[in-house]
């Protein structure tokens, strides 16, 4: 019985057959239905291409006075479990404290094993067993603890090849199980604490009266917003990214763009936009995020940031970016459905340029701001809050510049702006990507192009609601259109006759031309669009107030 635990003991380990052990010897063997003959000293004979082993056991716990007491059994081992060639596993010698045994292998030739010395060896320690009993009965210790004193042993069965790899083997299994549930919990659309509610309840480890105390604490922890800022309120609003994506609920969708989608969504009650990046688009997704955690990013005309997350959308993964809501959209749905009067127009304008003035600049200081280029600014790309003023949106190919550092940064992907806003030189491939100031003045070039289309919109006898280069480029224009139109033929957006009647759109005009010059070096900053329009209050009255 014996030889079979073994052999059992080596299957058990998934080894793999040796190379180069291809001779078959013969082995005796004992073991009932082994034998492929009737030759061997004990009537059996096997072949293997492993080894031969013998067994002697002890046949009682009590030691022996005679070679009877002792068993001495044969058998085969196969290739496949002979490993390690220089020391096979199944070959060392296990200790128990009740049945002790002694294993010898070998494979120089046929029958090797009857020619091995395998023997029992007494401990090291060999006290009188009575007075150590009587010992451990004076120190109230159990009698079997003896018993490896008292033993007939074999030397030094390594036992952490077979114990630690099943540990290991075990311990897996829990993290998988663990994982799974966990996983189970989130696509579920419940929090940890509640997934985890009832088992809570029949936790031994918990006692009844904690139960209620603990799951109140998980319930607080789903539930909290700990929103941290730098302490100045410029900072960005940090929100829990693990759970958010599953505490809002998508309504409709409100826009679409090469990105993907833009939802409405709900967030506690309160009303957010969703962006929904593609599993593809996944760089732009890192760098808008990014550039909205960038320190003191916060202004009431750029969009606001609430968190990122991604949530698993059954076909494919998502990335969200969640953001302020505004239910007026952007300003190109505002300019298609309204026409503007004059204080509009100047309050549109004048937060606009507002905004990406503060975008443009640098602010030193214990937290500093970089200065961050837009680089696709439109109307589709600028909301509208319910006060009618105007908010920056869509920071994915924005460029930042650390003055402290001279580091510029640029996203590594290669998209640009939308064609038909794309400044002279970016269109001509002349801009140097090496200096930041570049990015800016092309930006102030579509900021021109924006002032065109509000201000057709405003006054007595409003224009319909045009892109710019309307009548001189095709609905979708390619880069050639663009560059024939804007570089070659230099030509600007059409200026309306009526708008000379006008002295504030006069002044808009103005502005205008001096933003889409075809020298960069010649427009105006953001700053004195803005403070130029601010100069407009004595004409139309004070069109920033409320």
């Given amino acids: 019985m014996l030889v079979v635990v073994l052999l059992l003991a080596f299957s058990a380990c998934p080894l793999l057959a040796l190379p180069g052990l291809r001779s078959a010897i013969y082995c005796n063997c004992t073991r009932p239905g082994c034998g492929m003959d009737e030759d061997g000293p004990n009537g059996q004979v096997c072949k293997t291409y492993g080894g031969c082993m013998k067994v002697v056991s002890l046949r009682n716990e009590h030691e022996p006075e005679e070679d009877g007491d002792l068993v001495v059994e044969y058998d085969c081992i196969s290739e496949e479990l002979w490993l390690p060639p220089e020391q096979p596993m199944g070959c060392r010698v296990h200790r128990h404290q009740r049945h002790l045994h002694a294993i010898g292998c070998c494979r120089n030739y046929s029958f090797c094993a009857a020619d091995l010395h395998v023997a029992l060896q007494k401990p090291a320690v060999a006290a009188d067993s009575a007075a150590a009993a009587a010992a451990a009965t004076a120190a109230g210790l159990p009698l079997a603890n003896l018993g490896a004193a008292n033993a007939w042993t074999a030397a030094g069965w390594n036992w952490q090849p077979v114990v630690i790899p099943s540990l290991a083997v075990v311990f897996s299994l829990c993290l998988l199980y663990a994982a799974l549930r966990c996983r189970r919990g989130r696509q579920n659309g419940k929090p940890i604490s509640a997934a985890n509610a009832e088992d809570d309840r029949r936790d031994p480890l918990i006692a009844a009266k904690d139960v209620h105390g603990i799951q109140q604490m998980l319930h607080d922890l789903d539930s909290a917003q700990p929103a941290t800022t730098s302490g100045s309120g410029s900072g960005v609003p940090m929100l829990v990214p693990v759970t958010i994506a599953r505490q809002v609920t998508l309504v409709k969708v409100i826009g679409r763009g090469r990105y993907g989608e833009v939802w409405q969504g709900l967030f506690k009650g309160e009303n957010v936009a969703v962006k929904i990046f593609a599993s593809t688009d996944e760089q732009s997704w890192l760098r808008e995020m990014e550039v909205y955690k960038t320190t003191m990013l916060r ?26 809501y505004h239910k007026k959209g952007s300003l190109f749905d505002l300019l298609m459905s309204t026409t503007l009067d004059l204080r509009l127009m100047a309050r549109l304008a004048r937060s606009l ?110 224009d319909p609601c045009e892109l710019p280069y309307y009548d001189q480029v095709p609905a979708e224009p390619t880069l050639d259109d663009m560059l024939r139109c804007v570089v070659l033929e230099n030509q600007r957006p059409p200026l309306p006759s009526r708008w000379k009647d006008s002295p504030p759109l006069v002044t808009m005009t103005k502005l205008m031309r001096e933003c889409w010059m075809p020298n960069p070096s010649a427009r105006l900053t953001a700053l004195r669009v803005r403070k130029t ?14």
Avoid at 302 to 314: P, Q, S
Avoid at 316 to 322: E, G, S, V, Y
Avoid at 437 to 447: E, V
Wanted: proline share 5%; net charge negative; aromatic share 8%.
């Fill in 299 to 324: 202004h009431e005309n750029l969009l606001g940031f609430i968190a990122a997350d991604n949530k698993d959308g059954g076909m494919a993964l998502q990335l969200w970016l969640i953001t302020d």
């Fill in 353 to 462: 340029a507002n905004g990406l003035a503060f975008l443009h600049s640098e602010i030193c200081g214990t937290s500093d701001k970089p200065a961050v280029a837009h680089r696709d600014l439109k109307t589709r790309n600028v909301l509208v809050r319910s006060d009618n003023t105007c908010v920056i949106a869509d920071l994915g190919l924005a460029v930042r510049y650390f003055a402290k550092t001279q580091e510029l940064d640029i996203p590594h992907n290669k998209k640009t702006g939308t064609l038909r806003y794309l400044a002279p030189e970016v269109l001509s491939d002349t801009l140097n990507p090496n200096h930041f100031d570049s990015y800016r003045r092309a930006d102030i070039y579509s900021l021109g192009l924006i002032l065109w289309e509000i201000c057709r919109r405003a006054g007595d006898k409003p």
């Fill in 533 to 546: 329009i601010d100069d407009l209050a004595p004409l139309i009255g004070d069109f920033m107030a409320p």
